[in-house]
């Protein structure tokens, strides 16, 4: 069983940057792929980044060059670094977790799920 804490949203101006943080509970962190996903108001969920135990990394198409996902094994932690936010970068950021999966960008493959974390960004 793994929890996720997610933190690091607030309000912010279009341009800015924000650091979401996910904190896992439980051992073995370093073997699950981390992911972040985001949802904006009446819309589906979406793959955002992903980072795999052995650091291979995917990105959504509309933050490629802007955000930068990672993680740092010895403090369960994985982040996102997100410039240049867009009003459409409003949403709410949920870190997800699992230990093996074949396509990362698929939200149906995370079994752990944080609570999420609202980010909004004024124009």
Do not use: H
Request: hydrophobic fraction near 35%; charged fraction near 20%; glycine fraction near 8%.
């Amino acid at each position: 069983q793994v929890q996720l804490v997610e933190s690091g949203g607030g309000l912010v101006q279009a341009g800015g940057s924000l650091r979401l943080s996910c904190v896992a509970s439980g051992r073995a962190f370093s073997t699950y792929t981390m992911g972040w996903f985001r949802q904006a108001p009446g819309k589906e969920r979406d793959f955002v980044a992903a980072i795999t135990r052995t650091s291979w990394i995917y990105y959504a198409n509309s933050v490629k060059g802007r955000f930068t996902i990672s993680r740092d094994n010895a403090k369960n932690t994985v982040y996102l670094q997100m410039n240049d936010l867009k009003p459409e970068d409003t949403a709410v950021y949920f870190c997800a977790a699992d230990l093996s999966l074949a396509y990362p960008q698929r939200e149906s493959e995370y079994d752990y799920w944080g609570q999420g974390t609202q980010v909004a960004v004024s124009s």
